[in-house]
């Protein structure tokens, strides 16, 4: 497909150009809008836990460019027929719930009528012109962080299709639907150098963003990732999603596996996370100490998870 030409308007200061996470518009030297899309199908059954990942997943944009939520609108896709008010109104109420405790409000938003569910948000955020973060910027000697564990894709289809218990995921949930707040503001205090949500392209697919932005290579250290818990058992159990694939063509020839790593291993590395963790590059000195400030800001999930290095960009798992 055709790619579409950049616009031309000195106050935008990030555009689609350079596969960020959201828009960023100067309006004054010191206040620019931050501008993001996103919705989801239902990755579980209940309404309300719908709504409140959905919203998170949305939120998480602008917490990865650097910046504070402002409102949001409710971008709704439903068969209002066949599933009724009353579930609609729990997916509402669970992304309303989310939005305010992101410090936004919510402010309307648009429905039509759909065969399958689906929900998000638009939202606007701000953050000062001079302290955006990009998924670009990483220099080599930089520590790598990730705020949350991996596993969420192969969960909810180990889920959905009856191969793990619906309890299982009691644990996974919260987690899921936790804001990226908590993680941005403590971030902010050790001057990250890059920073990117983790979603549906995987860790591989994004810190190759990480990667191109930076004009770098990174090395992970598997063990140090976080995963939920059966993530990695259901993928040696068979279970994997519909993303994994194409996530792997994209990393086709840039992304080097060591010969120890189990294939269910492998999978982890391409699995489409929602409403996934931070991934903040940091200069070297400061991570350990950052990573001690996220436990103490209620992100126990937060690892030192790899480095930035020299090299043309590609992604290198010890």
């Known amino acids: 497909m055709k790619a579409l030409p950049s616009p031309d308007d000195p106050d935008l200061l990030v555009g689609f150009e350079a596969s960020d996470d959201a ?20 990755p579980v059954d209940d309404p309300v836990w719908f709504g409140r990942i959905a919203a998170a997943n949305a939120l998480s944009d602008v917490y990865a460019m650097g910046g504070r939520p402002l409102t949001a609108l409710n971008l709704v896709m439903f068969p209002i027929k066949a599933l009724g008010a009353e579930v609609l109104h729990g997916v509402l109420a669970g992304g309303q719930e989310t939005v305010a405790e992101a410090g936004a409000v919510l402010v309307g938003g648009h429905s039509v009528d759909d065969a399958e569910p689906k ?3 638009a939202v606007t955020g701000q953050v000062h012109p001079d302290r955006i973060w990009r998924n670009g910027g990483a220099r080599p000697g930089d520590a790598l962080v990730l ?8 969960l909810f289809n180990a889920c959905v299709s009856g191969r793990l218990a619906r309890p299982a995921l009691d644990p ?4 899921v639907a936790s804001l990226n707040r908590a993680a941005a503001e403590t971030a902010a205090r050790f001057g990250p150098t890059a920073c990117t949500d983790v979603t549906g392209f995987g860790l ?5 963003e990480l990667c191109e932005g930076s004009s770098a290579a990174v090395e992970l250290a598997f063990d140090d990732l976080p995963l939920y818990p059966n993530a990695e058992e259901m993928y040696r159990a068979g279970v994997s999603t519909g993303s994994n694939g194409p996530n792997r063509e994209l990393a086709a020839g840039r992304l080097e596996l060591p010969a120890r790593l189990r294939p269910e291993q492998v999978e982890l590395l391409f699995d489409p996370q929602t409403s996934g963790g931070l991934l903040l590059a940091v200069p070297g000195d400061r ?3 950052l990573v001690s400030a996220l436990h ?9 998870v790899g ?12």
């Open 119 to 121: 929900y998000g948000l």
């Open 147 to 154: 705020t949350k564990p991996l596993g969420t894709g192969v």
């Open 204 to 208: 591989a697919g994004h810190a190759l």
């Open 296 to 304: 103490a800001a209620g992100v126990p999930w937060a690892r030192r």
């Open 307 to 318: 480095r930035v290095v020299a090299g043309a960009p590609a992604v290198r798992v010890l």
């Open 23 to 42: 828009a960023v518009y100067r309006i004054t030297d010191e206040i620019a809008l931050i501008t993001t899309t996103d919705f989801i199908t239902p």
């Open 287 to 289: 991570a350990d100490a």
């Open 172 to 175: 996974v949930l919260p987690v």
